[in-house]
Nanobody, 118 residues
Framework: QVQLVESGGGLVQAGGSLRLSCAAS????????MGWYRQALGKQRELVAT???????NIADSAKGRFTISRDNARNTVYLQMNSLKPEDTATYYC????????????WGQGTQVTVSS
């Protein structure tokens, strides 16, 4: 059973930085797409950034220029470097991974809280 374990959330002041990590375990297969989504209180979950195993990235307009997504394919781990954080970045951040093998399936982490104080 694939599990995604996130780490790196916390409380930071506006303008600060955080680095989120998410490691997939329980499989010998490589994830295709991995990424981060976030959900603020009372709002829908939204995409933050995704990256394929080939390195192609998709970053939300709200994160462009401030957030960087990267991954270590050998470790099935994805990272999100968040700089110049704003109070509106406050949300629960969820890791996502898509594995085409052995069964085409999407997985989600349990979420990690990011709080940015003004």
């Amino acid at each position: 059973q694939v599990q995604l374990v996130e780490s790196g959330g916390g409380l930071v002041q506006a303008g600060g930085s955080l680095r989120l990590s998410c490691a997939a375990s329980g499989t010998s297969f490589s994830a295709n797409a991995m990424g981060w989504y976030r959900q603020a209180l009372g709002k829908q979950r939204e995409l933050v950034a995704t990256i394929t195993n080939g390195g192609s990235t998709n970053i939300a307009d709200s994160a462009k220029g401030r957030f960087t997504i990267s991954r270590d394919n050998a470790r099935n781990t994805v990272y999100l470097q968040m700089n110049s954080l704003k109070p509106e970045d406050t949300a629960t951040y969820y890791c996502h991974a898509y594995f085409p093998w052995p069964l085409s399936q999407n997985y989600w982490g349990q979420g990690t809280q990011v709080t940015v104080s003004s």
